[in-house]
C-alpha cells in the first residue's frame, strides 16, 4: 500500500512540473519558462506557438524559428546555434545545413545548397578542417564545392583549385572579373625610381643586344618557361616593366644627345668648309 502511495505521489509531482514547464499563454500558444541555478537570476523564454513560429530565448519570434540571447562582448562569443556529429577518426565530420527544393517527384528534379563545415581532418585523404559551400543539381552525381575555407593557414578557394600552394591566401578557378584591382608593395626596393639616380649603372646598349640574343628576354624579366612553372607576380611584374620604361628613357635621353652632338658637328664642319678661301 505504502508503494502505491509513493508511486502516486511521484506522478502527481511530474504533472504538476509539467504543467508549470508548459502552460497555455493568454493567446493559446504554448510558452515554456527556464530558470538557472547558478544564482545568476537570469531567465530564458521558449515558446512554440500554433501558427509554426518558435522562439528561443523570445516570446515574440517573427520567423519560423528565432534564437535570441544576451548581448555578448568582443573576448567570448555569443553562440547561438551548435551543430555536432559524433567524432570519426576518419575525419569525415562534417555537420551541415541544407537548403533543399522541396521537389521529391523525381530526383532529377531534387537540387540543394549546403553549408557545413569538416571539423576534422582526414588522415586518410589528408584534408584538413574546412568551411565549405557546395551544391547538388538533380543530373549532378555528386556534389559540387563552390567555396571553401581550409584550416591550412586560412586558404580560400572558389571552384576546383589545388590550394596546398604556401604564400598565397586565394585561390580562383577560371578567373577573376573585377572593376578595380588595387596591389599593395611591401617593399620599396619594388619600386625602381632609383633607375635615375645618378649612380645608377645602365647597362650598355651593346651589352644588352648580347643578353638578348643569349636569353631571348630582357633582364630581370621571367622567361616563359618560368611564368608558366610559377606563374606572375603582379605587382612585381609592374615595378619591373616602369624600370625597364626608366631604362628606355634613359637610353633615349642618351641617344639624342648623341644626336645633337652629331648635329652640331655637322653645322661646324659646314661652317669651316664655307670659310675656306
Known amino acids: 500500500m505504502k508503494r502505491i502511495v509513493y508511486t502516486l505521489g511521484i506522478i502527481g509531482l511530474l504533472s504538476v512540473n509539467i504543467a508549470l514547464a508548459q502552460r497555455p499563454s493568454s493567446s493559446g500558444k504554448v510558452r515554456t519558462s527556464t530558470e538557472t541555478t547558478d544564482n545568476s537570476k537570469e531567465s530564458k523564454e521558449n515558446i512554440l506557438s500554433p501558427s509554426g513560429f518558435a522562439g528561443i530565448g523570445t516570446l515574440t519570434p517573427t520567423a519560423p524559428l528565432e534564437i535570441k540571447k544576451g548581448a555578448g562582448n568582443t573576448r567570448n562569443k555569443n553562440i547561438l546555434l551548435k551543430l555536432t556529429n559524433d567524432w570519426a577518426s576518419s575525419g569525415q565530420n562534417e555537420p551541415s545545413i541544407m537548403f533543399f ?21 582526414d588522415n ?31 586558404h580560400v578557394k572558389i571552384g576546383d583549385v589545388n590550394t596546398q600552394v604556401d604564400g598565397y591566401k586565394l585561390f580562383v578557378e577560371q578567373g577573376i572579373l573585377t572593376e578595380k584591382v588595387k596591389v599593395a608593395i611591401k617593399n620599396s626596393k619594388d619600386w625602381f625610381d632609383h633607375v635615375f639616380d645618378k649612380k645608377y649603372s645602365l647597362m650598355p646598349l651593346n651589352q644588352l643586344e648580347k643578353y638578348i640574343q643569349t ?27 616602369l624600370k625597364k ?19 652640331k658637328e655637322v653645322r661646324e664642319s659646314g661652317s669651316r668648309k664655307v670659310r675656306k678661301p
Not at 144 to 149: A, G, L, P
Not at 220 to 239: C, H
Not at 245 to 263: D, G, H, M, P, S
Open 215 to 241: 636569353n631571348k628576354h630582357l633582364p630581370d624579366i621571367q622567361s616563359t618557361e618560368e611564368v608558366m612553372k610559377e606563374g606572375l607576380d603582379l605587382g612585381k611584374m609592374n615595378g619591373l616593366l
Open 245 to 263: 620604361v626608366e631604362e628606355l628613357t634613359l637610353y633615349t635621353i642618351q641617344l639624342q644627345k648623341e644626336v645633337e652632338a652629331l648635329k
Open 124 to 154: 586518410t585523404i589528408k584534408t584538413p578542417q574546412t568551411f565549405k559551400i557546395s551544391f547538388k543539381g538533380g543530373t549532378d552525381p555528386t556534389e559540387k564545392e563552390y567555396f571553401s575555407i581550409d584550416s591550412y593557414e586560412g
Open 101 to 121: 527544393n522541396g521537389d521529391y517527384s523525381n530526383p532529377k528534379n531534387a537540387s540543394w545548397w549546403t553549408v557545413g563545415a569538416r571539423v576534422s581532418g
